[in-house]
């Protein structure tokens, strides 16, 4: 029996009922909802005392008599209004309020998963999925020369690799570009903010290769380069300890991704959908 509970703790659509169970006895301990053609507004003292400490949690102080007599006089306006509304059926087919409801049907879907706690192996499952995602980045040496845009960049790749096998004197070759044609142990944010992410994510894939020979072309955001890498340290694989922060933050924000959807097509599962299509 304790192994089914377990098993049904995992369960998204378990998470997604006990939230909806513990929203229904928040509501059944503020007492009975009004029927909304009922022409008797009744503020007691626990309406009062709810009032007082929105205020406070708003404004970080307590309210004065006078503004307890606002709060009070705005609430009973926004009851009248509200009660006048239902009665006029002013709710149904409405876009505004169909949202609401499914975003609180959504938050309920996401509660748990907001507060709870990942083990140390969810974790460092996480961060050895995608190690490069939370390392440094290799830190690169490298020479680049600009070759243009469009179909004369591969051309002129070919033409420039040949030439290059025969001299090492690359300064000028090429076209002219307002970005370094050297960079000295820069790391992939250096690298992103002269040339982009693509180029930036081209030179690291090539950080493992043989250093000191001319490749390419390599894309950017201004067109085509070849590249020479003469110095590459690769990153070293990060510890959970130093990064273990933003790998909850991605653990957290994927397992409500999933648990909301687990939900919704728990929910879909019980309905019968048809569409008609003019």
């Known amino acids: 029996m304790s192994d089914r509970l377990r098993s049904l703790s995992h369960e998204p ?3 997604f009922l ?4 513990a929203i229904f006895l928040f509501f059944a301990w503020r007492g ?4 909304p053609a009922s022409r008797t507004i009744v503020i007691d003292e626990p309406q009062v005392e709810r009032l007082a400490t929105q205020f406070s949690r708003t404004f970080r102080r307590t309210p004065t008599t006078q503004e307890i007599d606002g709060l009070i006089r705005d609430y009973i306006k926004e009851e009248v209004y509200n ?7 002013l709710d149904r087919d409405d876009t505004v309020i169909r949202q609401r409801l499914r975003q609180k049907m959504e938050f309920l879907a996401r509660s748990s998963a907001e507060s709870e706690q990942p083990s140390d192996a969810d974790l460092q499952r996480m961060l050895d999925a995608n190690p490069a995602k939370y390392g440094s980045g290799a830190v690169i040496s490298f020479d680049q020369i600009y ?3 469009g179909a004369i960049a591969e051309a002129r790749a070919k033409a420039l690799l040949a030439r290059l096998g025969r001299t090492d004197n690359w300064r000028g070759l090429g ?3 307002s970005v370094p044609a050297s960079m000295e142990r820069a790391t992939q944010a250096d690298i992103e903010r002269q040339f982009g992410d693509i180029f930036a994510g081209e030179l690291a894939s090539l950080a493992s290769k043989p250093a000191e020979v001319w490749r390419g072309p390599v894309p950017s955001g201004f067109g085509a380069h ?3 890498l003469r110095a590459a340290t690769l990153p070293q694989p990060p510890k959970l300890s130093e990064v273990r922060q933003q790998v ?4 957290r924000a994927a397992t409500i991704d999933k648990r909301e959807a687990a939900a919704y097509q728990a929910l879909l599962d019980g309905y019968t959908v048809r569409i008609e299509k003019p």
């Not at 006990?18 to 169970?21: D, I, K, P, S």
């Not at 009975?32 to 029927?35: L, N, P, Y």
């Open 226 to 228: 070849l590249v020479r």
């Open 13 to 15: 659509l378990a998470h």
């Open 147 to 149: 070759l243009g845009e």
């Open 18 to 21: 006990l939230g909806g169970l």
């Open 248 to 251: 909850e933050n991605d653990w």
């Open 175 to 177: 076209d002219p570009l």
């Open 83 to 89: 009660r006048e509304a239902l009665r006029l059926g």
């Open 32 to 35: 009975t909802e009004v029927d």
